[in-house]
Antibody, heavy 123, light 107 residues
Framework: QVQLTESGPGLVHPSETLSLTCTVS????????VYWVRQPSGKGLEWMGR???????SYNSALKSRLSISRDTSKNQVFLKMNSLQTDDTGTYYC?????????????????WGQGVMVTVSS | DIQMTQSPASLSASLGETVSIECLAS??????LAWYQQKPGKSPQLLIY???SLQDGVPSRFSGSESGTQYSLEINSLQPEDEGDYFC?????????FGSGTKLEIK
């Protein structure tokens, strides 16, 4: 079945770089797009960026200067790197999958989510 | 960016009641609206997509509708397991944006 699992450090110091991994199973990264969404503690959801099935990426302009998303299809993994972390980057980070229509078009909502990884930015 | 204004921020209702949650888009999103439920400590789960299509496995007491740029999620016959947070999300234009959420308490 479809699964996404995030992993990474729980604690990052201010100004450092966050590195997260999303390991997927039950589907191919060359067939589906994977998105990153974060949720500051007790707050709403923010779309961060995506790795498309064809290897293209796109980012939320609010984060674009700090964010990089890549993948290793042989390992079924998508990576997120975000630099210059500050305390307001504290929260839960999710990787999600976007479904595809019967015509093969990637849809813009999320049918599967990982369990999330909590990241605290603190000295 | 498209702003999604969600209301109410919280509501409390009794078992068996019907509740409605609204999301107002700042521009036309042409039905590209999804609803998610998030239970405490869990990741969001897709309920509705394209404004009114029920995701597989979601109980039929959940329904979505639209009127212009206003989108609604209705939950009929409230059950204890419906307690949680609800979010809308537009998928019409990047950046994808979410409503601020509604906390539903079952009395």
């Amino acid at each position: 079945q479809v699964q996404l699992t995030e992993s990474g450090p729980g604690l990052v110091h201010p100004s450092e770089t966050l590195s997260l991994t999303c390991t997927v199973s039950g589907f191919s990264l060359t067939g589906y797009s994977v998105y990153w969404v974060r949720q500051p503690s007790g707050k709403g959801l923010e779309w961060m960026g995506r790795m498309r099935y064809n290897g293209d990426t796109s980012y939320n302009s609010a984060l674009k200067s700090r964010l990089s998303i890549s993948r290793d299809t042989s390992k079924n993994q998508v990576f997120l790197k975000m630099n210059s972390l500050q305390t307001d980057d504290t929260g839960t980070y999710y990787c999600t999958r976007a479904p595809r229509s019967t015509m093969g078009i990637t849809l813009g909502y999320f049918d599967y989510w990982g369990q999330g990884v909590m990241v605290t930015v603190s000295s | 960016d498209i702003q999604m204004t969600q209301s109410p921020a919280s509501l409390s209702a009794s078992l068996g009641e019907t509740v409605s949650i609204e999301c107002l888009a700042s521009e036309d999103i042409y039905s590209n609206l999804a609803w998610y439920q998030q239970k405490p400590g869990k990741s969001p789960q897709l309920l509705i997509y394209y404004a009114s299509s029920l995701q597989d496995g979601v109980p039929s007491r959940f329904s979505g509708s639209e009127s212009g740029t206003q989108y609604s999620l209705e939950i009929n016959s409230l059950q204890p397991e419906d307690e949680g947070d609800y979010f809308c999300q537009q998928s019409y234009k990047f950046p994808l944006t979410f409503g601020s959420g509604t906390k539903l308490e079952i009395k």
